[in-house]
């Protein structure tokens, strides 16, 4: 367990304690929000401004080493789904099943600053032979919610990532929710047995089936109309973007996603997957945020 040195104090509002599997996260506790970060994976599980919950995190989610937690904010890097190769395992790379270290945190009053970082390790380089550190900020206030993702590249190799800031959204009703802001855009439907394109998408984004779409080449603001909420899904420095809803199927085949729950979430994720891969020369570093606000 990581837990911050002696000589490092976290502001009022912010502590680590034990969360769900025995796992370490920061529990964040200040008048704008409240907001939980599992040092495993880096994974924001939680954000809750003036009481309200944005994230979605399934019942049957497994908190346990080596295994993704289902729902909040798992981190893809080095690669998305199965890589630019199409062989990487695990899936969505290994940065989501590792634990991170925790640097400190930092509050203004109005926002907290969680800050967490990776770095390769014997265990990353056996499945990705290339030295990287990796640092997380998460801001967490009443209006937003900002992740910023920052790769830097310590080898003497140019090297070849993918990242997705894979985020859950809680929705009332998947069947009437709908995901604006990306019309125009090209992607790829990733369905299994769908024609995968690249499609030019042309009006909103609605749900009557499995949804798997990877956006490309557009930093395009999302919104989720949820009834009266809207949800909005900035980035910087991100070209690609995931819309996926698993259905009825899908749901009942994984095993930490509760048969029932795929009607109360959709995600939208910040990323640069695919034809998006980014490529960092040694010393380069490169900066992905999503801005969410409700
Ligand atoms: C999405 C992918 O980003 O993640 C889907 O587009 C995938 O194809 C989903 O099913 C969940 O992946 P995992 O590895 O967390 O089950």
């Given at each position: 367990?990581?837990?911050p040195?002696?000589?490092q104090?976290?502001p009022?509002?912010?502590?680590?304690?034990?969360?769900?599997?025995?796992?370490?996260?920061?529990?964040?506790?200040?008048?704008a929000?409240?907001?939980?970060?599992?040092?495993h994976?880096?994974?924001?599980?939680s954000?809750?401004?003036?009481?309200?919950?944005?994230?979605?995190?399934?019942e049957?989610?497994?908190?346990?080493?080596?295994?993704?937690?289902?729902?909040?904010v798992?981190?893809?890097?080095?690669?998305f789904a199965?890589?630019?190769?199409?062989?990487?395992?695990?899936?969505h790379?290994?940065a989501?099943?590792?634990?991170?270290?925790l640097?400190?945190a930092t509050?203004?009053?109005?926002?907290?600053?969680?800050?967490?970082?990776?770095?390769?390790?014997?265990?990353?380089?056996?499945?990705?032979?290339h030295s990287?550190?990796?640092?997380y900020?998460?801001?967490?206030?009443?209006?937003?919610?900002?992740?910023?993702?920052?790769?830097t590249?310590?080898g003497?190799?140019?090297?070849?990532?993918?990242?997705a800031?894979h985020?859950?959204?809680?929705?009332?009703?998947?069947?009437?929710?709908?995901?604006?802001?990306l019309v125009?855009?090209?992607y790829?439907?990733?369905?299994?047995g769908?024609?995968?394109?690249?499609?030019?998408l042309?009006?909103?984004?609605t749900?009557?089936?499995e949804v798997?779409?990877?956006?490309?080449?557009?930093?395009?603001?999302?919104?989720?109309?949820?009834g009266?909420?809207?949800?909005?899904?900035?980035r910087?420095?991100?070209d690609?973007?995931i819309?996926?809803n698993p259905w009825?199927?899908?749901a009942?085949?994984?095993?930490?996603?509760?048969d029932?729950?795929?009607?109360?979430?959709?995600?939208?994720e910040?990323?640069?997957?695919?034809?998006?891969?980014?490529?960092?020369?040694?010393?380069?570093?490169?900066t992905?945020?999503?801005?969410?606000?409700?």
């Open positions: 367990m990581t837990v040195s002696s000589d104090t976290l009022d509002g912010v502590w680590v304690t034990t969360g769900r599997g025995g796992l370490p996260v920061v529990r964040v506790d200040v008048p929000c409240t907001g939980e970060v599992y040092l994976g880096a994974h924001v599980t954000w809750r401004p003036l009481g309200a919950e944005v994230l979605w995190v399934s049957a989610a497994v908190y346990q080493p080596g295994k993704a937690i289902r729902g909040g798992p981190i893809c890097f080095p690669w199965d890589g630019p190769g199409g062989t990487s395992t695990p899936a790379g290994f989501r099943t590792t634990e991170w270290g640097v400190g509050t203004d009053g109005q926002w907290v600053e969680v800050i967490l970082a990776l770095s390769d390790s014997p265990a990353t380089r056996e499945l990705w032979p990287f550190t990796c640092d900020r998460v801001r967490m206030g009443e209006n937003e919610l900002a992740l910023l993702l920052t790769v590249n310590t003497d190799e140019p090297f070849l990532y993918e990242e800031l985020t859950y959204f809680g929705v009332t009703d998947i069947r009437s929710t709908q995901v604006d802001g125009g855009a090209s790829l439907d990733m369905v299994p769908a024609d995968r394109g690249p499609h030019v042309d009006g909103p984004i749900f009557a089936g798997d779409r990877t956006f490309q080449g557009t930093g395009a603001t999302a919104v989720i109309r949820d009266d909420r809207a949800v909005t899904i900035a910087d420095g991100s690609s973007a819309v996926w009825i199927d899908k009942a085949a994984m095993g930490d996603f509760g029932d729950e795929w009607s109360g979430m959709v995600c939208v910040t990323a640069n997957a695919k034809a998006d891969a980014l490529t960092l020369e040694p010393g380069a570093q490169h992905m945020t999503a801005y969410i606000s409700v």
